[in-house]
């Protein structure tokens, strides 16, 4: 099993407006395509101080890295070029590959 975990440091003056367009429209995209079968959706705590963004991971959990790179190649590109068009200069963004073992 590969989680393909991104993390996302977001500017307090949108969080709220982020997390609901996450919720309601960005996720549910990224399922819709068929390549991952479930997520996770955390709020990072750790390091967390009042002047900084406020940060979240999702994990989505796809079969195989086959999968995985179909996704990256026919998908992830439009859906993360909506999310930098509509939160630019807002976020950060960095994703990580794990293998459940």
């Known amino acids: 099993m590969i989680i393909y975990s991104v993390t996302v440091a977001i500017d307090e003056s949108i969080h709220q ?3 609901d367009w996450m919720k309601e429209d960005h996720i549910p995209k990224v399922m819709e395509t ?19 963004d406020i940060s979240y ?10 999968k995985l790179h179909q996704y990256q190649v026919q998908k992830a590109p439009e859906l993360q070029k909506e999310h930098s068009d509509k939160y630019e200069g807002k976020f950060a963004a960095f994703r990580t590959l794990l293998e459940k073992v």
Do not use: P, T
């Open 34 to 52: 068929g390549y991952f079968h479930e997520y996770r959706m955390m709020r990072v705590i750790s390091h967390q101080n009042q002047d900084q």
């Open 17 to 19: 407006e982020w997390l």
């Open 57 to 66: 991971n999702i994990q989505y959990e796809c079969e195989s890295m086959a």
